[in-house]
């Protein structure tokens, strides 16, 4: 009897185990995960990832040879309406028509929900299964789930086979809801070697394992004559097979924030790539392995290294243009210029040329391949030493490990005593160094004629100025004539130079008229609009009647009127990501306010200055009055692109401090 | 002498007479057409053939000459298919500025891609487009396609002026059909127009229209198809995916979609039936009934579209949906339907066009109208109209998305056209309750309720929804009048029944009052902010119309910062007018203290463009009053 009761217990206690503890395995969802309310670490979460467990393998059949299978499972929970999106599942995957097609398939896709105390079960049937073929190479395979509700457990599987060994995909262990249990583990046998990249703040725990396998090869041999026999016969093979294992545990969920250029580099992630591949009795072929050799492998791509080697195409061209031109100043910018107003670009990123350089050179349109590399070969046909260099652009986040995928853009540089010059012929208003904000992404890499390569710094270090010129007279009522002539440098000046040509004049200056404070704009005119090398001026008279308050009999006014920043864009209480301000900049006011007669002034700001540690930036506010003038000098200057979030309560404070001080106002009396 | 010259003037010819070849030169296009214009339409022809009840031939050919980027979203380069609809024909040709050709676009080199959109989780709609990079401005494309149909239920409306910132010289409609289908159509906007109707018999109709010039996009203006010329066109006898329908009277109409479209689409398993009726138990009236029932609907669905084949006009079955818990719009509808069915509530399909723009049913025009599908319960010679996409909505509120436009109730003896609920301006009401102190440093800590009503419920209610970043990120953009808000404590209260919605919010900001010198001035209306921006605009063309009134009234305490007087109060002010009426009042207290008052109450209404700078300076004026400033003196 004893014995029996222990068994009892025993058998009660697995059984309490089993309906506490999470089982990581598909179906064997728990009343627990049913009955959650809310999650246990972000009670606004709309729904969380209970687990997800990923596999790739590589595998062999005699059919196909090695392939790769890609396993995922997962299991959702949804604790309100706004997670029912997470019900709605899909795949993309390749479908064109070479090696690397792939095919997917669903699997074990059930709804559970509680219902009376019991676990409902609900499974998906192929009415809620759709294949999206969404053009010639790209298909999307779809789920959406049924019966799901507030409370809902979500489960799902599905499988990608492909015969391209290469295209493992990449595993994000994070996302926008919270993760509690995250997993993803790679078979790999000996003849690969993939190096493996981790990003985001949060990094898994890693288990190598090693173990045999063995592959029966059955060889038919077939002998002629007038009857014909066939042998069988077969071969083992065994090889060694790497299992690594990630595993991540309770990964907040991603937020949003602005001036975050992509919140992709901050996710936790992980991406691997096929270096080496080594078979028995076979030469050893590297893939990329560090940033020179993938710099090397992507310059001897067809459609990279060789398409910079023709020069046939544009030799005529080019040398009548450059006939007489012996400055490599002006021979870089006059074969700038030929590209720039030449070839347009057709909004297709890549490094590498699609139709290639010299069709696109024939049909004055190319990706950003045909354009750079076409602008990089001319260069250097001139007689300049340029080089393309590989860049990833801001939304394709930062390039951060060395891999092919890395990057998908391409600009050209020129060496010069002073330095590289970057130059990028994308973009109309784009001049040397100042180049399309989409580029401007930490670093970028420079290959050379050889294959050897070098990081570039792409970040401007160089101040991009905004300088105003206000002069004002105010009249007893309030109202307020004057003139502005603002000149902008550098990428100031990309900027307004684009939001210029980008509307008719009559609209800029209608927007212009309404963004500040509904003021009257004339004699508007803008200085070197079509010389992008130098800085843009634009002047306007203007008249306003919403500038000043007259408050018992007082008239108040922001000396700034419609220039004085009157909002901190840093109004988060935490800073999860860097700021990216995008390039270094300094606004500077000079203004000149005209006081009415019969007026004096009553109070006035008091002149301020801060600057923020490590040389991060600097605001000086100067106010002097000479009888009914006043002069004042402002300036606003920012001295890096990247803000870390360590300096961001600094940054927010320099911002509230500075708003406040542009916002105190001038009071006049009567005399 | 005279030899060369003639040559000359032989080469100057052959130049003149090769140009003529050309097609559409720049040159050609009339001053009044560039001006405003990204894009000038230089021919829009479509000839529809309606060929038998089942079979439709559509031809376009558009030639459009872009003078810049913005006008590359107007060439309209694409054509949708699908089990359907095929395409028989497309191809385009671009020239360049002088009208010369340089590229040919045959049918292989547009892309071909799936159509599936927003909400829409799949659908068997396809697309061709072209994807052309323009080597350079401005440079002319002609558009040729040809599609066939067996849907003709739906005839394309025709737009004369296909855009904002697009003129067009020529445009031409051509449209044939048998004489015994019931062909009808009806014009819309026309005066204004150089519209010529060329053709007009029992088997053809035939426009043609010269020389309209661009239009400028103008703010709280009439949406374009109330304001351009356009028309609608249909026949009495179609098909529609595999049926043949009727269409004389709405009354026809709506016996034709319940017989052919709806029936045999509310079957329920008699479990789900028992279920049901075990729900609603005792309960006898029948709007008590709905409620029980929408609440069980909201409760189980969710909103997930799939438009494959005749799916895309019928619902899809109650029982599926009772299966799977998901639908469309019909989809659900019907299933609510079902549901009420099985407890002896009648209910109703009610087809109609949900957008925030109100738009109509053309009850004047028997057709296949509308985008969205609600229900109508009946009761008190009235409607309840139910939005069963939504999992919060209230019972029978229609917010903004259903309110105040004809719709099209489908009843079993035949469609009726019927007025959906208005809110009215004064019913639209937030109401705001609350205090606030500055201490002596300017900085601000308040506390305050806003209770929504009306049409204001529908776009507040959603704050419950948000994460807390995007809550955040709402009151900091609502109340962007107050530097350096910080939240407190925030509460919401969704009082269904009351079709009421309660924000109850602590802030604390610094640096609210401005410290200059020994003075501190900041704006008493810390809280409600007037934030209708409206533009100046410099000659407006269109009329202007507010499609929504609203009632905002404001109860603050304010405690002003120990050792400080009152330098400067704002003055009580009041404004009434054509458009709405406004007014403020401070009252002074003891220790202090100050009460402001505020309301502000605006009338929903259709104006002209003359009115819209008087509108602009009420509005102005209300702005500049709600900012008043306080001025304090240190003691």
Not at chain 1, 356 to 368: L, P, T
Not at chain 1, 526 to 549: A, Q, R, V
Not at chain 2, 346 to 364: A, E, F, H, V, W
Request: hydrophobic share 35%; glycine share 6%.
């Amino acid at each position: 009897m004893k014995c029996i009761k222990f068994f009892s217990f025993l058998l009660v206690l697995f059984i309490l185990n089993q309906t506490t503890a999470q089982e990581f395995k598909l179906g064997k969802v728990s009343v627990a995960e049913l009955e959650q309310k809310k999650h246990p670490k972000d009670s606004s979460a709309a729904a969380a990832i209970l687990y997800k467990k990923g596999s790739a393998t590589i595998d062999y059949n005699q059919q196909e040879g090695f392939v790769l299978i890609t396993h995922v499972e997962a299991r959702i929970k949804v604790y309100k309406k706004e997670g029912y999106d997470w019900a709605n599942q899909s795949v993309t995957y390749y479908n064109g028509s070479n090696d690397s097609r792939e095919k997917v398939d669903f699997s074990d896709v059930c709804t559970f929900n509680l219902v009376n105390g019991k676990i409902e079960k609900t499974k998906l049937k192929s009415d809620g299964i759709f294949n999206e073929e969404v053009n010639k190479y790209r298909a999307r395979k779809k789920i959406t789930m049924p019966n799901v509700k507030e409370g809902s457990v979500l489960e799902y599987s599905y499988t990608i086979r492909t015969s391209n060994i290469t295209m493992m995909r990449d595993w994000a262990f994070q996302t926008s809801i919270p993760v509690n249990y995250s997993e993803y583990v790679t078979y790999i046998p000996e003849y690969y070697t993939f190096s493996s990249r981790q990003k985001g703040y949060i990094f898994p725990k890693v288990t190598v394992n090693k173990q045999s396998r063995s592959i029966l090869f059955t060889n038919k041999e077939r002998s002629g004559g007038l009857s014909t026999h066939t042998t069988y016969s077969t071969d083992n093979v065994d090889y060694l097979e790497t299992q690594t294992i990630y595993i991540a545990e309770d990964l907040p969920g991603m937020k949003e924030e602005s001036f975050v250029n992509n919140i992709n580099n901050y996710t936790s992630s992980m991406e691997q790539e096929l270096s080496m591949v080594k078979f028995p009795n076979s030469q050893i072929k590297t893939f990329s392995t560090d940033w020179n050799s993938v710099a090397k492998t992507i310059y001897e791509y067809d459609d990279f290294g060789p398409e910079l080697n023709k020069t046939g195409y544009f030799e005529d061209d080019l040398k009548a243009l450059l006939a007489g031109v012996t400055s490599p100043e002006e021979k870089m910018l006059i074969i700038l210029n030929h590209v720039k107003s030449n070839v347009k670009w057709n909004e297709y990123y890549g490094y590498s040329c699609d139709k290639g350089v010299r069709k696109a050179y024939q049909e004055k349109s190319g990706n950003i391949a045909e354009i750079n590399l076409m602008l990089t070969a001319m260069l250097r046909h001139s007689g300049l030493t340029a080089n393309p260099v590989l860049v990833s652009t801001r939304s394709n986040g930062v390039a951060l490990f060395p891999n092919r995928t890395a990057y998908n853009y391409v600009i050209a540089a020129v060496e010069t005593e002073n330095g590289y010059i970057l130059l990028d012929a994308s973009e109309k208003f784009s001049i040397p160094n100042v180049l399309p904000l989409r580029t401007l992404n930490w670093q970028g890499r420079l290959i050379r004629k050889d294959g050897t390569s070098e990081e570039i710094d792409l970040m401007p270090k160089k101040a991009s100025n905004d300088i105003v010129f206000l002069t004002y007279n105010i009249d007893p009522e309030g109202k307020v004539t004057g003139q502005a002539r603002r000149q902008c440098t550098d990428y100031n000046a990309m900027i307004t130079r684009k939001n210029i040509f980008s509307t008719k004049e009559d609209e800029y200056l209608e927007k212009l008229e309404n963004q500040n404070n509904k003021i009257e704009i004339s004699d508007y005119s803008k200085t070197n609009e079509k010389e992008i090398l130098k800085p843009i001026i634009e002047t306007y008279s203007f008249t306003g009647n919403n500038l000043c308050e007259i408050i018992g009999g007082k008239i108040y006014v922001s000396p700034m009127l419609f220039f004085s920043n009157e909002k901190n864009p840093f109004n988060q209480e935490t800073r999860e990501y860097p700021v990216d301000f995008g390039f270094p900049f300094m606004d500077k006011y000079n203004i000149t306010i005209k006081i009415p007669d019969g007026y004096a002034v009553e109070t006035l700001p008091a002149p301020a200055a801060m600057t923020m540690q490590d040389n991060l930036g600097s605001f000086k506010f100067n106010i002097a009055a000479n009888e009914n003038t006043l002069q004042m000098v402002i300036s606003h200057q920012i001295n890096e692109a990247i803000v870390s979030t360590q300096q961001y309560e600094m940054l927010k404070d320099y911002y509230k401090a500075m708003i406040a001080k542009e916002s105190e106002k001038i009071v006049l009396k009567k005399i | 002498m005279k030899i060369p010259c003639f040559a000359l003037l032989f080469f100057l010819f052959t130049l003149v007479s090769s140009a003529q070849k050309n097609t559409y030169p720049i040159t050609a296009i009339k001053d009044s057409l560039k001006e405003n214009a990204d894009a000038v339409v230089r021919l829009d022809q479509m000839d529809i053939a309606i060929v038998s009840q089942k079979n439709m031939n559509i031809k376009i050919q558009r030639v459009i000459s872009v003078f810049n980027e913005k006008g590359l979203s107007d060439i309209d380069a694409y054509q949708h298919y699908d089990k359907t609809t095929s395409i028989k024909n497309i191809e385009a040709i671009v020239y360049d500025a002088f009208g010369t050709e340089i590229k040919k676009i045959k049918r292989k080199d547009f892309r071909d891609q799936s159509a599936v959109s927003g909400s829409t989780l799949f659908s068997d709609n396809r697309v061709l487009y072209l994807d052309y990079t323009p080597v350079g401005y401005p440079f002319t494309i002609v558009y040729n396609s040809e599609t066939e149909t067996s849907n003709t239920a739906f005839i394309p409306q025709w737009y004369f002026l296909g855009g904002y910132y697009l003129s067009v010289e020529k445009c031409v409609l051509n449209v044939t059909f048998p004489n015994n289908l019931g062909f009808k159509k009806k014009e819309f906007h026309f005066s204004g127009f150089n519209i010529k109707k060329t053709i007009d018999t029992d088997t053809g109709l035939s426009y043609e229209a010269f020389n309209i010039l661009a239009r400028k996009t103008e703010d709280l203006s009439p949406s374009s198809r109330d304001l351009y010329p356009r028309i609608m066109m249909g026949l009495e006898k179609f098909h529609l995916e595999g049926v043949d329908g009727t269409a004389t009277t709405w009354e026809d109409f709506g016996k034709w979609y319940g017989d052919k479209i709806l029936t045999g689409t509310t079957e329920l398993p008699e479990e789900t039936k028992t279920k049901i009726k075990a729900l609603v138990g005792n309960e006898k009236d029948p709007v008590e009934k709905a409620k029980i029932i929408y609440d069980y609907v909201q409760k189980k669905s969710r909103y997930v579209n799939i438009a494959i084949g005749i799916g895309g006009w019928k619902p899809m079955l109650a029982s599926d949906v009772d299966r799977l818990g998901y639908g469309d719009c019909k989809a659900l509808s019907n299933y609510t339907k079902a549901l009420l069915q099985a407890v002896d509530v009648p209910s109703y399909n009610t087809i109609l066009y949900g957008d925030r723009y109100k738009s109509n049913i053309q009850s004047d025009f028997v057709s296949m109208q509308g985008n969205h599908m609600i229900l109508a319960i009946p009761h008190d010679d009235k409607y309840t109209f139910l939005e069963c996409t939504s999992q919060d909505d209230p019972f029978g509120y229609q917010g903004t998305f259903t309110d105040d436009r004809d719709v099209l109730v489908v009843k079993p003896e035949g469609g009726v056209i019927v007025r959906t609920k208005i809110y009215e301006d004064k019913g639209n009401t937030q109401i705001d309750k609350g205090n606030y102190s500055i201490d002596e440093n300017g900085n601000l800590s308040g506390h305050l309720s806003i209770a929504s009503e009306g049409s204001q419920y529908s776009s507040k209610s959603r704050t419950e929804t948000l994460q807390p970043t995007e809550k955040e990120a709402h009151y900091k953009e609502y109340w962007s009048n107050i530097n350096n808000l910080k939240l407190g404590k925030i509460t919401f209260t969704n009082d269904k029944q009351n079709i009421r919605f309660t924000e109850d919010v602590y802030v604390s900001a610094a640096n609210y009052g401005v410290i200059s010198a020994n003075k501190m001035i900041f704006p008493v209306d810390a809280f409600n902010q007037s934030k209708s921006n409206v533009k100046r605009i410099r000659s407006r063309k269109n009329p202007f119309q507010i499609q929504r009134g609203y009632l905002d009234t404001d109860e603050i305490e304010i405690n002003l910062p120990v050792g400080f007087s009152i330098e400067f109060l704002p003055s009580d002010f009041e404004l009434k007018g054509k458009f709405g009426e406004y007014k403020t009042e401070i009252i002074r207290k003891e220790n202090n203290k100050l009460t402001y008052k505020r309301s502000m109450f605006l009338n929903k209404g259709k104006y002209s463009n003359k009115e819209y700078d008087e509108y602009r300076l009420f509005m102005e004026q209300i702005s500049r009053n709600d900012n008043a400033k306080i001025i304090l003196t240190k003691n």
